[in-house]
């Protein structure tokens, strides 16, 4: 079975408090988990401010999702269903991610994107 590689952002309503944006992050969390998904990666973005208003709201708590899958079913759909049902959620897109996107999204997260490339010493000392 080939495994495919995902990437979901989601944005929450900002009138929601830490525990209810934490309690709603950790369902969505569960519906990978009970679909056989393995959970990558959880990142929180925070409080942004969004391109346009949506529902008459100028900002929203920003997460993104990193899972893969190789079970049956289609993921995707059972994790959209769930949005779509959570009225807390305002706007969600997931993508597949490709090879390339998921070695630099793995580079990303281990903190190698950062730092400056190291120049070999003959070069420096010229």
Do not use: C
């Amino acid at each position: 079975m080939d495994v495919r590689n995902y990437e979901t952002v989601f944005i929450l309503t900002p009138v929601l408090n830490e525990g209810q944006v934490q309690e709603t992050v950790e369902k969505f969390s569960q519906v990978l988990k009970e679909n056989s998904a393995d959970l990558i990666s959880t990142e929180a973005w925070g409080l942004r401010k969004l391109a346009y208003p949506i529902q008459k709201k100028s900002t929203g708590y920003y997460f993104t999702l990193t899972y893969n899958h190789s079970g049956e079913g289609n993921i995707v759909d059972a994790l959209e269903l769930a949005f779509r049902r959570d009225e807390r959620v305002i706007r969600f897109l997931t993508t597949v991610l490709d090879k390339h996107s998921v070695t630099y999204n793995e580079r990303r997260r281990n903190g190698e994107m950062n730092q400056q490339k190291a120049q070999p010493a003959e070069v420096a000392a010229q």
